[in-house]
């Protein structure tokens, strides 16, 4: 059949669509900015024609209806990364967590350890053979359609299309819905001069000709305030927002001295503004592709001087890294981050940097502490951490003792806080003979 005529034949209302998902079924909804808002809010809509109903993602960037509780023995959620929607119903029992590293999901879909039913996508019209892209999320999206029984797409003429590895065809579909609508924004962080001053520490580790990896919100925006004075820097990253254009059109960013994937921006998703996305669209310097390869820590390291930048929200004395939990309480997700610092740290030049302010909670809470919070989860291992950045300073651990590491920590922690860490510090590292 000609792929025109056999895109005809799929075109099903949103209605039509979601109700070829069974009760017990296991949906994947793509990921984060790629969500198909319009088949979420059908399925939703419709909450008492299923039971147990498992939906499964990363980043929430819709409204996470499925979590309310009228939605409970209808649909569960199984989240893989929280988020501002969806943590809630976590923390209280209402949905469930996941722990995985970023890069493997698409295995844990392809090898039967979450096995897909219906995969629920975003993509843009088909081209003139009837490839349809990815556009801004191919990440787990991907290997989610390629695993699933059923296959259902929203075609959005505002989703961009991207290239590299980011293309399904018309024949791989099973059900069309047509929908066009703004794909979902993320607008750019308000920057205070905290992450200022943990910006301009940040950015006198990075080198010329440098391939940055930069996560999401104000501490990554602000390393990019203080690198226009640095020449062909390089993008390989989990995701990119609107920090990078100015820096890209300033000639900062130039990709000429990347080891792999020359001259390209790497990426598996993004999310930002309009102006990113038009910025992506049908643009050939920009790639991206299934998170199982920029993620993996082996495809990193052969970037040369390779720089991960990732946030969190505890450091202990040893080095220990918290990013996902606040004490019992699941806060975020692993992500990408120990993909990162453990691809960064193994390439040649490279460094792996973890920033956070020295405080929360409007300077009452230290975030370098003498022991992480009960019942919190250790994300990046003391084995793995490398530089600690606050707005106080720089801590270097690779290669240091743990008397050595508490000491660094100290001297970045924020001041009202520093003599109790010392007084622990004494306690645990000081000579006892």
Same mark, same amino acid.
């Given at each position: 059949?000609?792929?025109?005529?056999?895109?005809? /034949?799929?075109?099903?209302?949103?209605?039509?669509?979601?109700?070829?998902?069974?009760?017990?079924?296991?949906?994947?909804?793509?990921? #984060?900015?790629?969500?198909?808002?319009?088949?979420?809010?059908?399925?939703?809509?419709?909450?008492?024609?299923?039971?147990?109903?498992?939906?499964?993602?990363?980043?929430?960037?819709?409204?996470?209806?499925?979590?309310?509780?009228?939605?409970?023995?209808?649909?569960?959620?199984?989240?893989?990364?929280?988020?501002?929607?969806?943590?809630?119903?976590?923390?209280?029992?209402?949905?469930?967590?996941?722990?995985?590293?970023?890069?493997?999901?698409?295995?844990?879909?392809?090898?039967?350890?979450?096995?897909?039913?219906?995969?629920?996508?975003?993509? /843009?019209?088909?081209?003139?053979?009837?490839?349809?892209?990815?556009?801004?999320?191919?990440?787990?999206?991907?290997?989610?359609?390629?695993?699933?029984?059923?296959?259902?797409?929203?075609?959005?003429?505002?989703?961009?299309?991207?290239?590299?590895?980011?293309?399904?065809? !018309?024949?791989?579909?099973?059900?069309?819905?047509?929908?066009?609508?703004?794909?979902?924004?993320?607008?750019?962080?308000?920057?205070?001069?905290?992450?200022?001053?943990?910006?301009?520490?940040?950015?006198?580790? !990075?080198?010329?000709?440098?391939?940055?990896?930069?996560?999401?919100?104000?501490?990554?925006? #602000?390393?990019?305030?203080?690198?226009?004075?640095?020449?062909?820097?390089?993008?390989?990253?989990?995701?990119?927002?609107?920090?990078?254009?100015?820096?890209?059109?300033?000639?900062?960013?130039?990709?000429?001295?990347?080891? !792999?994937?020359?001259?390209?921006?790497?990426?598996?998703?993004?999310?930002?503004?309009?102006?990113?996305?038009?910025?992506?669209?049908?643009?050939?310097?920009?790639?991206?592709?299934?998170?199982?390869?920029?993620?993996?820590?082996?495809?990193?390291?052969?970037?040369?001087?390779?720089?991960?930048?990732?946030?969190?929200?505890?450091?202990?004395?040893?080095?220990?890294?918290?990013?996902?939990?606040?004490?019992?309480?699941?806060?975020?997700?692993?992500?990408?981050?120990?993909?990162?610092?453990?691809?960064?740290?193994?390439?040649?030049?490279?460094?792996?940097?973890?920033?956070?302010? /020295?405080?929360?909670?409007?300077?009452?809470?230290?975030?370098?502490?003498?022991?992480?919070?009960?019942?919190?989860?250790?994300?990046?291992?003391?084995?793995?951490?490398?530089?600690?950045?606050?707005?106080?300073?720089?801590?270097?651990?690779?290669?240091?003792?743990?008397?050595?590491?508490?000491?660094?920590?100290?001297?970045?922690?924020?001041?009202?806080?520093?003599?109790?860490?010392?007084?622990?510090?004494?306690?645990?590292?000081?000579?006892?003979?």
């Amino acid at each position: 059949m000609d792929w025109k005529n056999e895109y005809r /034949s799929k075109l099903v209302s949103p209605r039509e669509a979601v109700k070829h998902i069974k009760s017990g079924d296991r949906v994947v909804i793509g990921h #984060a900015a790629g969500e198909p808002s319009v088949l979420v809010d059908e399925l939703v809509a419709n909450y008492n024609e299923y039971r147990d109903v498992e939906i499964a993602h990363m980043v929430p960037m819709g409204k996470g209806e499925y979590t309310k509780l009228e939605m409970a023995g209808h649909f569960r959620h199984n989240s893989l990364f929280a988020g501002v929607s969806t943590r809630d119903a976590i923390n209280c029992g209402r949905a469930d967590y996941t722990p995985c590293f970023f890069y493997e999901v698409p295995k844990l879909f392809r090898e039967g350890y979450l096995p897909v039913d219906v995969a629920l996508i975003e993509l /843009s019209p088909p081209d003139e053979e009837g490839y349809c892209s990815f556009g801004i999320s191919v990440d787990y999206t991907k290997a989610a359609a390629e695993s699933a029984n059923i296959v259902i797409a929203q075609i959005n003429r505002e989703m961009p299309r991207t290239f590299g590895d980011s293309f399904i065809h !018309i024949s791989d579909i099973d059900y069309i819905v047509e929908a066009d609508r703004p794909i979902l924004e993320l607008n750019p962080p308000k920057i205070t001069k905290v992450e200022e001053s943990i910006g301009r520490y940040c950015a006198s580790l !990075i080198e010329d000709g440098s391939t940055l990896e930069l996560g999401i919100g104000a501490i990554p925006d #602000a390393i990019l305030l203080f690198l226009k004075d640095k020449k062909d820097l390089g993008i390989h990253s989990e995701m990119i927002s609107d920090g990078i254009l100015n820096l890209y059109e300033s000639g900062v960013i130039t990709n000429k001295k990347k080891s !792999i994937h020359k001259d390209k921006i790497i990426v598996t998703f993004m999310m930002g503004t309009k102006r990113l996305y038009d910025f992506v669209n049908n643009n050939k310097n920009v790639e991206l592709y299934p998170v199982d390869y920029v993620n993996d820590p082996t495809v990193i390291m052969k970037n040369y001087k390779m720089i991960s930048i990732n946030s969190c929200i505890q450091v202990d004395l040893m080095g220990q890294v918290v990013s996902e939990t606040i004490g019992e309480r699941q806060f975020s997700g692993t992500g990408g981050q120990v993909d990162f610092v453990r691809g960064a740290n193994m390439a040649d030049g490279g460094k792996s940097i973890i920033a956070m302010p /020295s405080t929360a909670a409007n300077n009452k809470i230290s975030r370098i502490v003498p022991f992480i919070d009960h019942g919190a989860s250790v994300t990046t291992s003391r084995n793995d951490a490398n530089y600690i950045v606050t707005e106080y300073g720089i801590a270097q651990l690779k290669g240091k003792t743990l008397k050595e590491r508490g000491r660094e920590l100290i001297n970045i922690a924020y001041p009202d806080f520093r003599e109790e860490l010392i007084k622990e510090w004494e306690r645990r590292f000081r000579d006892r003979y």
